[in-house]
């Protein structure tokens, strides 16, 4: 079956717009994540969403980022006043689904470039 | 906190050559541990997946081991090939956060012919 597809897959914009990110999961998969990747730096985590709502938003870096996925499939991630820093890879995962004391494997989509100017 | 250690930084070596990159944890209470491959502008390619249980993992010419009480992880690749030039990651998930995944900073290897 298909994989995570992530669409742009490059996105040039200018400081201060307003650019949103998409992410299709894996079919059937209820657990979503995502992450941001700096240049020569592994992945960090900015949110998790278990369904519809987002269990776990602890990783993202202030209130300009925001990510829905409301009807528990298809996510977007929203950065509104980008700003030159904010220049990094956006990787989004999903697994079948994930709790507190169980794991399952996480399947990445092949990133969105975002370059800020 | 959970942080994950990558070394080298960097890796270059002629083909044929067999090698070894290190990963290490500051905390063994991990479910398990991951090593991906990730090639330039691409996004994550599991490669082996270590459950806390085991101690190792064997994939073609890669082998993955574990030591929790040491809170290493070794990734061996055999007879390097050119196509294996690439970023090597590891991973674990963090226990009790919804298993967000913390990172190492990967290890940059050029195979050279």
């Known amino acids: 079956g298909a994989g995570v597809s992530q669409t742009p897959s490059n996105k040039v914009t200018e400081k201060g717009k307003y650019v949103e990110l998409r992410c299709d999961p894996i079919?059937?998969?209820?657990?979503l994540y995502w992450y941001r990747q700096s240049l020569g730096q592994g992945p960090e985590f900015l949110i998790y969403?278990?369904?519809?709502?987002?269990?776990?938003d602890s990783g993202l870096p202030n209130d300009r980022f925001f990510a829905v996925r409301p009807e528990g499939s298809v996510s977007t991630l929203k950065i509104q006043r980008t700003e030159r820093g904010d220049s990094a890879v956006y990787l989004c995962?999903?697994?079948?689904?994930?709790?507190?004391?169980?794991?399952?494997?996480?399947?990445f989509g092949p990133g969105t470039r975002l370059t800020v100017l | 906190k959970q942080e994950v250690t990558q070394i080298p930084a960097a890796l270059s070596v002629p083909e044929g050559e067999n090698l070894v990159l290190n990963c290490s944890f500051t905390?063994?209470?991990?479910?398990?541990l991951q090593w991906f491959r990730q090639d330039p502008g691409k996004g994550l390619t599991s490669l082996l997946l270590?459950?806390?249980?085991?101690r190792e993992q064997t994939s073609g010419r890669l082998n993955a081991s574990l030591d929790k009480s040491s809170g290493r992880s070794t990734l061996y690749i055999a007879a390097s090939q050119p196509g294996d030039s690439a970023t090597y990651l590891c991973?674990?998930?963090?226990?009790?956060?919804?298993?967000?995944?913390?990172f190492g900073a990967g290890t940059r290897l050029a195979v050279h012919p």
């Open positions: 270590i459950q806390s249980s085991q």
């Open positions: 079919s059937g998969h209820t657990a």
């Open positions: 995962a999903s697994s079948l689904r994930s709790g507190l004391s169980s794991y399952n494997e996480q399947f």
């Open positions: 969403f278990q369904g519809t709502g987002a269990a776990d």
């Open positions: 991973a674990v998930p963090l226990p009790g956060g919804y298993n967000k995944l913390i």
């Open positions: 905390d063994s209470a991990i479910y398990n």
